[in-house]
Nanobody, 124 residues
Framework: VQLQASGGGLVQSGGSLRLSCAASDITLDYYAIGWFRQAPGKEREPVSCMSSSGSSTYYSDSVKGRFTISRDNAEKMMYLQMNSLKPEDTAVYYC??????????????????WGKGTLVTVSS
């Protein structure tokens, strides 16, 4: 199984980016997915998670209302649309997947499969 994140880059505060994550050798339909980030000197934290069907989602308080997670199971893709970006959103963003039931009421933390990460830098 491979997950490949892309779409990171340098953007000004208030701007937008769309992260993509391509999955291979996996039937994504059966997997909960998540986006996580790790800022310099900080621990990795969950940003947004979604159930296998897409019916349940979780957003951290810091991104709620600004970020949107989505998925295309047929294309084996997951996305994170990031709007109104702030300098504190600067981090390496990781996509992840895990075959588990998920209600969306809590952040996922233990995931079986991880992508390598894509750097998002938001300038002030």
């Amino acid at each position: 199984v491979q997950l490949q994140a892309s779409g990171g880059g340098l953007v000004q505060s208030g701007g937008s980016l769309r992260l993509s994550c391509a999955a291979s050798d996996i039937t994504l339909d059966y997997y909960a997915i998540g986006w996580f980030r790790q800022a310099p000197g900080k621990e990795r934290e969950p940003v947004s998670c979604m159930s296998s069907s897409g019916s349940s989602t979780y957003y951290s308080d810091s991104v709620k209302g600004r970020f949107t997670i989505s998925r295309d199971n047929a294309e084996k893709m997951m996305y994170l649309q990031m709007n109104s970006l702030k300098p504190e959103d600067t981090a390496v963003y990781y996509c992840a997947a895990d075959r588990q039931p998920y209600s969306g009421t809590y952040p996922l933390r233990t995931m079986n499969y991880w992508g390598k990460g894509t750097l998002v830098t938001v300038s002030s």
